[in-house]
């Protein structure tokens, strides 16, 4: 009323919040019921005259009739919005009764005291129960769990968690599990089947387990890098190729930190021209616990749309074997090459020799030292070579010969006696000197110590058997500033055949010249002589047995097959059974054939003699002869078809006269006739007979 007062005709105003109010709450009814009693209020107490049904101011009934009419608007508006509601409600429990009767997952429902009230058919059908079996179970007795305070457990479960439900046939089923307490104090769980993924994750640890494995039998990591973000991804592999500890966190510019200083520019250039789209594969090293590894790296690299890297994919591979063995057979090839250049010179070296030896006794001993001499000094590159015969540090070396030394210096080296000094200390010694043996005091060829001609000296020794014969005497190497280890192993390998060659000529002039002409005759005889030691290492061929060598293409030890040796029927002779072989073993070969086949094809027939050499009881070693019957089967070739041409040829002759004799057989056997020509006539089938 006070309102009234100051506003008077707004009555209307402050009663549609209570109707309003009474709509929203109630309903329909309530709001019309709510306008009925406001209007009957408000005419009643604030329409004039006050107090009387019966009014007399005819402009009140306007606002009153739109009061009225509001009211009625206000609770028909409330009625449907609360219709909407309800149908919304409605739904949205179908909605939800649906989603939860039709959910993969199971949803279980208990009351505070965690006995299920309610389950969906989900629920069911993984536990293995009927609806009715689940509700007023304990929701702790399917989770194994004992409890006497049951809400105490549930209270501390965590809001999601994996654990295994028992079903009806007592099996336990692995699920995930996500547990709530509504706000009516219900608790609400949700059951995940995660057997399915277990299997899944287990499949995937074991085939993660064999990748692991086989990138550690295969020596093959491998990596990702998000260029992004610019994170390494590494395998357990790559950690172990690089030698991180596992699970270091990377970046590139930390990869780069792990190779060698030198490849890592090579490396980052590769890897910007990668990202540019060209093809990554890299080998690069790489320095772990302080051994260099080879690593050899091939990625691809993913761009998006507009062509921006966005990470790359790769593995690493461990080659350090390989680059090792590379190198090794580099090495091995070059060793070789290095092996078959010293071979052709030492055999070019050894056959000079032997031209020269054979060639006695037209010439004498100097010469065929001045020729092992020449091929020392072509062999080395040596400036001055000095060759003496003597062991005897008290006597001159008898001969002495060298080569770019003056004739004075030479004859007085030859001459000097030595019992101190250079020459004398290998001769006496027997031993093999470089110049780091020299000492200040040593003098080569009469220069002084620190003259330019001594910067480099090689002195060997010439053997015979094991017997010191002489020594080769090298200074002065052109081109170098010292003799290598391959020089001294050449002119070892020609102090072992110069021996040889030495002993033959100094026998040719000595006492055992029949000795020494043998061994030049068996350089002349048509046959091929090869004398082998125990260990079948070759001590002497002719150079009939060199050539079939030579014509065989195969030239070096035995067991590298010196002479492609076969049976008559071309099928190969093994090894052990060779004739060098059979023959160190006991037997005795005479006369057996083989056949020798050279790289085109061609066969040479050879009768093959053997025979044990033995010392002592032991097989010290085999002399083998081979003999060129090729003559000899062309011979027989050519009589096997003389013999054919000559049966074909008389056949015809003889055939006519076994057809005359026949008749003449006939004849003698025809009857006789009485008196004198029946004689007659019958004397002469006798003579022919006697003729025949």
């Known amino acids: 009323m006070l309102l009234w007062r100051l506003i008077p005709r707004t009555w209307f105003l402050f009663f549609y919040p209570a ?22 209020l408000v005419w009643w107490f604030f329409v004039p005259p006050a107090q009387q049904l019966v009014k007399h101011d005819p402009a009140a009934l306007v606002p009153m009739t739109v009061f009225v009419g509001m009211g009625i608007v206000f609770s028909a508006f409330h009625e449907r919005l609360r219709r909407a509601e309800r149908a919304v409600a409605d739904a949205t429990r179908h909605l939800a009764t649906s989603l939860v009767q039709q959910a993969p ?34 929701l702790l007795d399917l989770l194994h769990v004992d409890a006497t305070e049951p809400t105490d457990v549930l209270h501390g479960l965590p809001d999601a968690f994996e654990s295994s439900v028992r079903r009806k046939d007592g099996t336990a089923l692995p699920v995930e599990i996500r547990a709530r307490q509504l706000t009516d104090g219900r608790w609400q769980a949700f059951v995940r089947d995660v057997s399915a993924r277990r299997r899944v994750e287990a499949a995937l640890r074991e085939r993660q387990s064999d990748l692991d494995r086989a990138q550690s039998v295969a020596g093959v990591g491998s990596w990702r890098i998000d260029l992004q973000r610019d994170e ?10 690089f030698g991180v500890a596992r699970g270091t966190p990377l970046t590139y510019h930390h990869i780069l930190d792990l190779l060698h200083p030198d490849d890592r520019a090579d490396v980052d250039r590769a890897w910007q021209a990668a990202q540019a789209g060209a093809p990554f594969d890299v080998e690069h090293r790489s320095v772990v616990d302080g051994e260099v590894k080879w690593l050899r790296e091939l990625a691809e690299i993913d761009f998006d749309g507009a062509g921006v890297p966005l990470r790359g994919i790769g593995t690493v591979q461990d080659i350090t074997l390989h680059k090792r063995a590379d190198e090794a057979l580099r090495r091995a090839h070059d060793a070789e090459r290095r092996l078959r250049a010293e071979l052709e010179d030492l055999t070019r070296a050894a056959a000079a020799v032997s031209e020269a030896v054979a060639d006695l006794p037209r010439s004498d001993l100097a010469t065929v030292l001045q020729v092992i001499a020449r091929q020392a000094q072509t062999l080395t590159d040596a400036r001055y070579v000095g060759l003496g015969i003597g062991t005897d540090p008290a006597v001159p070396f008898d001969p002495w010969i060298s080569l770019g030394v003056s004739t004075e210096a030479a004859r007085r080296i030859g001459r000097n006696p030595r019992p101190i000094g250079l020459l004398g200390a290998v001769a006496r010694d027997n031993r093999i000197i470089r110049t780091r043996d020299l000492h200040r005091h040593a003098a080569f060829g009469g220069f002084p110590p620190g003259h330019p001609d001594m910067r480099s000296f090689l002195g060997v020794p010439i053997r015979f058997h094991g017997r010191p014969v002489g020594n080769f005497f090298l200074a002065d190497k052109i081109g170098a500033d010292e003799f290598s280890v391959q020089d001294q192993r050449l002119i070892e390998l020609l102090a072992a055949r110069a021996g040889a060659a030495i002993e033959i000529a100094t026998r040719y002039v000595g006492e055992a010249f029949q000795r020494a002409w043998l061994q ?45 040796v076969r049976e008559p029927s071309g099928v190969p002779v093994p090894f052990d059974r060779t004739p060098a072989n059979r023959a160190l073993r006991g037997e005795t070969l005479v006369g057996v054939e083989y056949v020798i086949v050279d790289p085109d094809g061609r066969a040479l027939p050879v009768l093959v003699s053997a025979t044990p050499l033995v010392t002592d009881g032991e097989p010290a070693g085999a002399a083998i002869v081979f003999q060129d019957i090729s003559a000899l089967k062309e ?56 003729a025949a």
Not at 19 to 39: E, H, K, P, Q
Not at 131 to 138: P, T
Not at 647 to 662: K, M, N, S, Y
């Open 19 to 40: 109707v309003f109010s009474a709509a929203a709450l109630a309903g329909l009814r309530a709001g019309l019921s709510t306008t009925a009693l406001s209007a009957v």
């Open 105 to 138: 997952d199971g949803i279980l429902i208990a009351d505070p005291a965690g006995r299920l009230t309610e389950v969906n058919p989900a629920a069911c059908h993984m536990l293995g129960y009927s609806r009715d079996e689940l509700l007023g179970m304990a």
């Open 232 to 241: 390494v991804t590494w395998s357990d592999e790559t950690y172990r190729i």
């Open 520 to 564: 030049t005759v068996l350089d002349q005889l048509p046959e091929g002589v090869i004398v082998v030691d125990s260990e079948s290492t070759i001590v002497l061929r002719n150079r009939v047995a060199a050539a079939l060598a030579r014509r065989s293409g195969l030239v070096g030890h035995p067991e590298d097959r010196l002479y492609d």
């Open 635 to 690: 011979l027989e070739r050519l009589r096997e078809e003389w013999t054919s041409v000559v049966a074909h040829d008389l056949r015809q002759p003889v055939a006519v006269v076994e057809l005359t004799v026949d008749g003449l057989l006939r004849g003698l056997r025809t009857p006789r006739r009485s008196g004198p020509a029946a004689a007659s006539s019958g004397s002469r089938p006798r003579a022919a007979a006697s």
